[in-house]
């Protein structure tokens, strides 16, 4: 079998699994539930739910990866020698497999957006006006067109590897990503109406703080933008040396995926205000903000069009970043089921790639010819069911199925100070054994309900 792949460096890891937590969800899901969910008490709440649930179960991924150094189905499949947690193991592994093909089948037709809007200023600029019209407009050709383009370039990363394919271009982009947000947001903020969307970003309703469905879509928003439960951060995790300090490195990648979720809500909600100041319309006939595909792929183009032709540079940057963000997360998606196949196989990596992704394109196709009847369900049944589900069996999986001594050795590899006397030592185990699977089990509980 072929070697196995590692990061070459701690910060090429970080800029992966930062890369892989930040993306649509950061961007577009965070700062319209923010807005929708009273402002920064949202925040707040996401905040303690990210570093209070997600980041202990994001430990549990990367801890158990590293540790077993395979893919999900094998490594969860070895946690312990009994038969009938083996079996558990290989049929939660293959259960994550199956989930992260899927959200990546519905995440391409979205992504697939994104690059047929970023190609419509510059058909604009070109002078070529019906090929832009034809790329906004809605379309089975341009979705199909769009999907396929994006899937392409997935499947071309993927199958480099883990060195020269993510690593490399996680590190170009998300430094990319992070400088045209920013000057997004400096140019949002030089126009009128910016203000006015500041206030209802960050002005607390603190009553609705303790509100238990604000709390759970607050947790259910941390737990996919954190990529968790579907071993997308175990197979990360497993290509990391074991020189690195896995408690120290689990927090930066928390850490950026909070921050950029919370700078992007500095661009969306104000520029969602600019947009009104326009006399676009940005309210619902229930007099909630707009929040669902309309907001991107009609408020926003509305006012990038209402700005003449600076609109133009500004909706191709607002696009660039919506791509990056979601190339460097599909990236992530495709690594589960190829890592699998080819460990499994001991297939060369090239081809299984191409293999793989051509199925999951198969299935966003059949996506966008059935999609009402598809789209939503599959959103439905993979980020709100199944990935708290599965989060929850890997914590009980990193709680329970392993010796503790087993973990405790593992998160002491590259450790330079001592673990047994931190504060993440003494709570982390008892917070992946008990309270991680309580509350998980509470929000899915309540998304039945
Ligand atoms: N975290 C990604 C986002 O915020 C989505 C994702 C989910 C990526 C699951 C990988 C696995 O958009």
């Known amino acids: 079998m072929s070697q196995r792949g590692q990061f070459s460096s701690k910060a090429g890891f970080i800029m992966a699994a930062a890369g892989s937590a930040v993306g649509l969800g950061n961007i577009w899901g965070f700062p319209t539930q923010a807005?929708?969910?009273?402002?920064?008490?949202?925040?707040?709440?996401?905040?303690?739910?990210?570093?209070?649930?997600?980041?202990?179960?994001?430990?549990?991924?990367?801890?158990?990866?590293?540790?077993?150094?395979?893919n999900v189905v094998s490594a969860l499949g070895r946690a312990n020698p009994r038969p009938a947690v083996r079996l558990l193991g290989r049929f939660t592994?293959?259960?994550?497999?199956?989930?992260?093909?899927?959200?990546?089948?519905?995440?391409?037709?979205?992504?697939?957006?994104?690059?047929?809007?970023?190609?419509?200023?510059?058909?604009?600029?070109?002078?070529?006006?019906?090929?832009?019209?034809?790329?906004?407009?809605d379309s089975h050709s341009r979705n199909l067109l769009g999907a396929a383009t994006f899937s392409a370039i997935t499947i071309a990363v993927v199958s480099q590897g883990v060195e020269q394919g993510i690593e490399k271009w996680s590190s170009r982009l998300m430094p990319l990503l992070i400088a045209i947000l920013l000057l997004l947001i400096g140019y949002v903020f030089t126009r009128e109406g910016a203000v006015e969307g500041l206030r209802v970003y960050l002005l607390p309703d603190l009553a609705r703080a303790t509100d238990p469905k604000l709390i759970l879509n607050?947790?259910?928003?941390?737990?996919?933008?954190?990529?968790?439960?579907?071993?997308?951060?175990?197979?990360?995790?497993?290509?990391?040396?074991?020189?690195?300090?896995l408690p120290r490195i689990g927090a930066w990648v928390t850490l950026i995926d909070v921050s950029i979720a919370f700078i992007a809500g500095l661009l969306i909600i104000p520029a969602l205000y600019v947009a009104q100041a326009q006399g676009v319309t940005i309210f619902d006939d229930s007099g909630q903000l707009i929040a669902g595909p309309s907001l991107i792929l009609q408020v926003l183009p509305s006012l990038f069009t209402s700005m003449g032709d600076i609109g133009l540079v500004i909706a191709a940057a607002f696009f660039g970043l919506m791509s990056i963000a979601a190339l460097t997360s599909s990236i992530s998606m495709l690594e589960v089921p190829v890592s699998c196949a080819v460990e499994q196989t001991g297939a060369g990596r090239a081809r299984i790639t191409l293999l793989v992704g051509a199925i999951i394109f198969a299935l966003s196709s059949l996506i966008i010819f059935n999609f009402e009847p598809l789209f939503g369900w599959v959103i439905e049944l993979t980020t709100?069911?199944?990935?708290?589900?599965?989060?929850?069996?890997?914590?009980?999986?990193?709680?329970?199925?392993?010796?503790?001594?087993?973990?405790?050795?593992?998160?002491?590899?590259?450790?330079?100070?001592?673990?047994?006397?931190?504060?993440?030592?003494?709570?982390?185990?008892?917070?992946v054994r008990f309270i991680c699977p309580l509350l998980i089990c509470a929000c899915l509980i309540q998304s039945l309900l």
């Open 35 to 70: 807005a929708s969910h009273g402002g920064a008490a949202f925040v707040l709440v996401y905040l303690i739910a990210a570093f209070l649930m997600a980041y202990p179960a994001l430990m549990a991924e990367l801890i158990i990866g590293r540790h077993a150094r395979a």
């Open 218 to 245: 607050a947790t259910g928003q941390a737990f996919f933008s954190l990529s968790l439960g579907v071993g997308t951060m175990l197979i990360y995790g497993s290509y990391l040396s074991r020189e690195e300090n």
């Open 384 to 431: 709100v069911y199944s990935q708290p589900l599965l989060g929850m069996i890997f914590c009980l999986f990193a709680g329970w199925a392993y010796h503790r001594n087993t973990l405790l050795e593992e998160i002491k590899q590259g450790d330079d100070c001592q673990i047994e006397q931190q504060l993440f030592w003494k709570i982390w185990p008892f917070y």
């Open 93 to 137: 592994g293959y259960y994550g497999v199956a989930i992260a093909s899927l959200i990546l089948s519905f995440y391409a037709i979205v992504a697939g957006w994104m690059l047929a809007h970023l190609g419509q200023p510059i058909a604009t600029a070109l002078g070529a006006d019906s090929v832009g019209q034809w790329l906004s407009g």
